[in-house]
Nanobody, 129 residues
């Protein structure tokens, strides 16, 4: 029943900004345990974790390549996860996916390499120089 819907991708010049949104259906951010985040995959490259958020203590995890430029956040009232991307670089070009999991096991191991049971369809981000 959990469904994730990404939006906000597009084409932008290097140095620009985009905000990705992931609307979650089937659970609420207000209560319970969850691990939720953003991943990306460029053509010919492996999928990599970008930013992850854990419920309870709102602990965040960021890939070294995006630290200081990207910020993950949530809006509990809207059940929406965000990824604010600033100072975008051409190497940020990729398909970005939202992922979530509500199991206690995944929550306890929440991070960039955690196992996520639910995935969105992806939204394309293209950064030109």
């Amino acid at each position: 029943q959990v469904r994730l819907m990404e939006s906000g991708g597009g084409s932008v010049q290097a140095g620009g900004s985009l905000r990705l949104s992931c609307a979650a259906f089937g659970f609420t951010y207000t209560y319970g345990v969850y691990c939720m985040g953003w991943f990306r995959q460029a053509p010919g490259k492996a999928r990599e974790g970008v930013a992850v958020l854990r419920s309870g203590d709102d602990k965040t995890y960021y890939a070294d390549s995006v630290k200081g430029r990207f910020t993950i956040s949530r809006d509990n009232a809207k059940n929406t996860l965000y990824l604010q991307m600033n100072s975008l670089k051409p190497e940020d070009t990729a398909m970005y996916y939202c992922a979530a999991d509500r199991s206690l096991t995944t929550w306890s191991k929440c991070g960039l390499s955690a196992d996520f049971g639910h995935w969105g369809q992806g939204t394309q981000v293209t950064v030109s120089s």
